[in-house]
């Protein structure tokens, strides 16, 4: 089936942050003191801040709605497609030394 006239796309499909913001917390190790590899370039280094981060992979399932204008009726109609993916979750720990979910991808 070959669509035409797509109007809009909405991904009813997610995961939950909050349970894997609380996998990350419980299970990374504690955070270890880096030396500076950046020897000679002090000013450079005062500018920016090292990001501590990790990533997680979480399965997602849900549903992609299509939205499309059929021919020359009028209104919209939708269309359904389930998914079954695999996301990539990359979270950074903020000032309270907590991670947070901060930038995600799909894998498939």
């Not at 996998?23 to 190790?29: A, G």
């Not at 000013?43 to 997680?56: D, V």
């Not at 020359?72 to 497609?81: A, P």
Request: hydrophobic letters at 35%; proline letters at 6%; charged letters at 25%.
């Amino acid at each position: 089936m070959k669509i035409k006239n797509i109007t809009s796309v909405e991904s009813k499909a997610g995961f939950q942050e909050m349970l894997l913001e609380k996998f990350v917390q419980q299970n990374l190790p504690p955070k270890m003191p880096k030396q500076s590899k950046l020897s000679g370039m002090a000013r450079f280094t005062q500018r920016y801040k090292e990001i501590e981060y990790c990533a997680a992979e979480t399965p997602v399932t849900g549903t992609i709605e299509i939205f499309y204008a059929p021919g020359n009726r009028e209104g919209l109609k939708r269309l359904s497609v389930p998914v079954t993916s695999r996301f990539i979750v990359f979270c950074i720990r903020n000032n309270d030394h907590d991670y947070k979910v901060s930038w995600s991808c799909s894998l498939s």
